[in-house]
């Protein structure tokens, strides 16, 4: 199978061989195809499977399709991420898959300053990628705004939990719309709260 048969946008396509890629990965074949069609998503797959590729370009192809209802200059997609290098890996191939499309996107994440990421959400920005204590923080100050978020997307789902951010994912998720996409990704589903939190919060 190659990337032409997932039906992608051509702009997306085009990406994709600019990055190099020939053919999509098991992960990639079986998920794209299942957030085209709207479904919520709980996958598995171990680092270096192409994982983030296999939501990041069915979302982004989702987003060329239609134009917000919402006025806001919230997110339509949220990333979740566990760690920051984790979080920019997710930035940057939003970067590279995003090369030859308007998609303004930015990232909340710890160790870095507050300032510049304030000023970058008084700014649109479609895609948005996070570590949950520093969107917390963020949404505690009232400067973020999902309604029109339309994809929600919990990246090593896992980790998160091992690393004790189940309350605070909670909290993400309880403000997020109801009227979402979720996709929920995991190196492994052997750790017993993700079965547990996809009942809750997958469709």
Sequence with gaps: MSFEHLNLDER?????????????????????????DGEDLMGSAQTGTGKTAAFVLPILH????????????GPQC???????????????????FSKFIKCPQGSLVGGVAYGPQIQMLKRPVDVLIATPGRLLDHMGQGRLDFSRLEFLVLDEADRMLDM????????????????????????????????????????
């Design 78 to 96: 949220l990333v979740v991420a566990p760690a920051r290098e984790l979080a920019q890996e997710v930035e940057k191939d939003v970067t590279a």
């Design 12 to 36: 997306l396509l085009k990406a994709v061989e600019a990055c190099g890629f020939q053919e999509p990965t098991p992960i990639q074949q079986q998920a794209i195809p299942v957030i085209l």
């Design 164 to 203: 004790g951010f189940a309350e605070d994912m909670q909290a993400i998720v309880a403000s997020c719309s109801t009227d979402r996409q979720t996709m929920m990704l995991s190196a492994t589903l052997r750790h017993e709260g993700v079965g547990r939190i996809a009942k809750s919060w997958l469709n």
């Design 62 to 73: 989702q987003l060329l399709q239609r134009k917000p209802t919402k006025k806001s200059i």
